[in-house]
């Protein structure tokens, strides 16, 4: 049984109500439980274990120090593509934004790998809108073989492929596969996918399973807060982490907790999650998932950053750019415009190739950044903290 078939049947709406209906009491007793229930995670995310959140606060960076120790795994998105075939309401790479868009070549993902490298880093995740026809299979093993031998870890964040075409990617090197189901409420994700393949909900929600059956080592999921309630998109993504780890047992499974944030389209979040109930929210993924990592992305603020460190963040990004050539401007003299998969390139001297502040490419990034800091400014604040900043914990010669 798939996923899709498992998550068909689970009672998700009661479990909402019941977690807004749990009381003081049930919290308290919840919170001194181990080895907890679906309906267990849905008392800890309840308003009434918000106010239980110092307890839950010191019982989580417990468990995150036993099992991870005191580390904070660091890694950069390197956008390689903008191009998108997809109308998705909330996200600025959607078919229909008129941004300005760009494909690097393999030698201009080297330049931005490059620059991210000499910065410290040696974990990347590519990522890239879902274009065949910009962004093909060969194209996407070409970028990781042409980074394997210097960078240990290549993770990917792309249009969701059949297990026959992630089997090249993997022996090319990539070794992680991170999928957003985006939002695991069926009406929301029908009303803001309005075009493209992704439009298709199951395909997307068993697209870890495919990675998986590719030989990906690490499985990164979540859902995108701010349009289906966030208790259900909470549970369900506790159902789903659930599920991998009971049938895809030999990859590590990892849980982000993007919020949405500005883009192009001026998409305005449905639903709000406050800065507490997603500090609440991470302690219980801890305390629901001691062994799984928790990811924490440059989406929030620095001071927000620093506060849910130790609740039991263990991995990081920094330094981050959303937009491709985002690092070192490599691809910004191929800047367009893309009407139905045909380029339009843009008037000479246009006002769309005046440089932007702080920017050294003119690409529309993915989303705004919400903490603009360096990596070595996140790393010496990681020390502060009295953690250690990880660049680099995996190699594949340890399989050899």
């Known amino acids: 049984m798939s996923f899709v078939a498992e998550f068909n049947s689970l009672p998700l709406d009661a479990l909402v109500k019941r977690s807004v209906a749990t009381s003081s009491v049930t919290a308290r007793e919840t919170l001194g439980k181990s080895n907890l229930s679906l309906a267990d995670f849905a008392a800890l995310i309840s308003p009434a274990a918000g106010e239980l959140l110092e307890s839950m606060g010191r019982k989580s960076h417990a468990m995150t120090q036993q099992r991870f120790g005191k580390t904070i795994r660091l890694f950069a998105p390197l956008y390689v593509s903008n191009e998108c075939v997809n109308n998705c309401s909330y996200c600025g790479f959607s078919r229909d934004n008129p941004i300005l868009r760009v494909t690097l070549s393999l030698d201009e993902v080297r330049r931005e790998a490059e620059s991210l490298k000499q910065q410290g880093f040696r974990n990347v995740l590519l990522v890239a809108g879902e274009h065949?026809?910009?962004?093909?299979?060969?194209?996407?093993?070409?970028?990781?073989?042409?980074?394997?031998?210097?960078?240990?870890?290549?993770?990917?964040?792309?249009?969701?492929?059949e297990t026959e075409e992630y089997i090249p990617l993997v022996a090319a090197g990539a070794d992680g596969l991170v999928v957003y189901q985006e939002t695991y409420d069926r009406a929301v994700y029908a009303e803001m996918h309005t075009a493209g393949p992704k439009r298709n909900f199951d395909w997307r929600l068993e697209t870890p399973e495919r990675g998986y059956a590719a030989g990906f080592r690490r499985l990164g999921i979540?859902?995108?807060?701010?349009?289906?309630?966030?208790?259900?998109?909470?549970?369900?993504?506790a159902a789903h982490?659930?599920?991998?780890?009971r049938n895809c047992w030999?990859?590590?499974?990892?849980?982000?907790?993007?919020?949405?944030?500005?883009?192009?389209?001026?998409?305005?979040?449905?639903?709000?999650?406050?800065?507490r109930e997603l500090a609440q929210l991470i302690c219980a993924y801890r305390l629901m998932f001691p062994d799984v990592g928790i990811v924490l992305s440059t989406r929030e603020t620095p001071k927000l950053r620093d506060g849910l460190i130790p609740l039991g963040v263990t991995m990081m990004s920094a330094g981050a750019r959303t937009e491709p050539g985002g690092y070192t401007g490599a691809g910004k003299e191929k800047i367009h415009h893309t009407e139905r998969g045909i380029i339009k390139e843009l008037a000479s001297g246009a006002s769309e190739w005046a440089p932007q502040e702080n920017r050294p490419t003119n690409a529309t990034g993915q989303f705004n950044i919400g903490d603009e800091r360096t990596p070595q400014e996140v790393a010496q604040l990681i020390r502060r903290l009295g953690?250690?900043?990880?660049?680099?914990?995996?190699?594949?010669?340890?399989?050899?």
Request: some cysteine; hydrophobic content about 45%.
């Open 387 to 400: 953690y250690e900043p990880v660049w680099k914990d995996w190699d594949a010669a340890l399989t050899i």
């Open 250 to 275: 030999k990859a590590q499974v990892t849980i982000s907790l993007p919020r949405l944030r500005p883009c192009a389209g001026e998409f305005e979040p449905l639903t709000h999650i406050t800065d």
């Open 132 to 161: 065949p026809k910009f962004v093909s299979n060969n194209y996407l093993r070409d970028c990781i073989a042409a980074l394997h031998a210097d960078w240990p870890s290549v993770s990917l964040e792309v249009g969701p492929m």
């Open 241 to 245: 982490a659930d599920y991998l780890l």
């Open 222 to 237: 979540a859902p995108l807060y701010g349009l289906a309630d966030w208790r259900f998109e909470a549970l369900s993504l």
